[in-house]
């Protein structure tokens, strides 16, 4: 055997078990592994995950901070608006230079699939040709989506429908659409009715910006839910953000819902941009301006957690952590007791595996043997802590690596160490 992970601790359970590795596939998980190991590594009782899956990102727009200039309002009008300064100034090089740096990042935390919006508002492509390269290039330790997302809008910008097209000639995998910034009701209705179909012709999965506002006349994932239903194209859509969600009255959010499931949409929320973006308009109370996780969880719903930006002109800060999302949304989503906690795991990990389409994924026995170890003795610990990832395995093999941080207080002058543990 090339490797056993002794001791390694599962979400649900108060034992441990050995992990047992060869040929990059998991061919034994039991409480204790008799059989030696080529390489062993004692996890300590640690915290062991399938690894995590970011569902949304534009990693196009990665490490942009203040380029041209900082988002002083704070709004999502105002990051479009710097977002398309910036634009006119990429390369392919210069998207290729920050999206390695930001998928480096994602590797550190855990991360190994992800899909990113990538804006084709643009003739040029130059960043869709980036990142299909660089899907390319990463395809040993991550496996990337890309969404071709009409930034400006299909209708609303100059030949979007023919970018969209062209687009998912050139390489892009999933269909984009962003129907609440285009200019009327109309052409949002259009946009979605236009994305759906571009998805099903082609065969491909479809993920689109939907509700991005604070507006609860904003109500295009109603027509979403239909247009899948009407094309039987149920568990292949996603619809993120839908912060309207928020505002929307519960009459009609509950009956909204009702349609979600039946159209078995896959929903994706984003707590770090939203719960700076939203609200900029209200006085007091301020909304918190996320969908409505918690009923649609407790409904059955696919719904995921992801970062969405990576110091952006959309959010300043970020650092391509689907836990620092999750543990945010603990407060803001109001996910504070023990099983929404646990939940919220499956948020970040195998709900967002489902929408992406994952096969071959889970701890088990026959499966290609990728995992995350955190360096935390349990799910909630490793939550409260947003703690640092151990260990990553990749096809069996480590990809990510971090030493145990040591903190020491000196008192009376006796040191003793501090581990932030019950």
Known sequence: MELILRNARFKDSLELFDIGIDDGKFISIKKNIPEKGDEEIDLGGRFVSPPLVELHVHLDAALTVGEPRYNLGGSLLEGIDIWSERKKILTKEDVKNRVRKALKWELANGVTRVRTHVDICDPTFNALNALIEIKEEFKEYIDIQIVAFPQEGIFSFPDGEELMRKAMEKGADVVGGIPHYEWTREDGVKDVIFAVALGKELGKMIDLHIDETDDDHSRFI??????????????????????????????????????????????VTNPLDNSVLQARFDAYPKRRGHTRVKEMDEMGINVSIADDSIMDPWYPLGLGDPLQAAFVFVHYGQMSGYNEMMRLIEMITTNPAKAFGATDYGIKVGNTADLVVFDAPTAIDAIRLVAKRYLVIKNGKAITQTKPYETNIILNGKKEQINFIK
């Open 222 to 267: 109603e027509v979403l839910a239909a247009e899948t239903i009407k094309n039987n194209y149920e568990g292949k859509v996603t619809a993120s953000h839908t912060t309207a969600m928020h505002s929307y009255n519960n009459a009609y959010a509950f009956k909204l819902l009702s349609w979600i499931k039946k159209a078995n949409l896959n929903m």
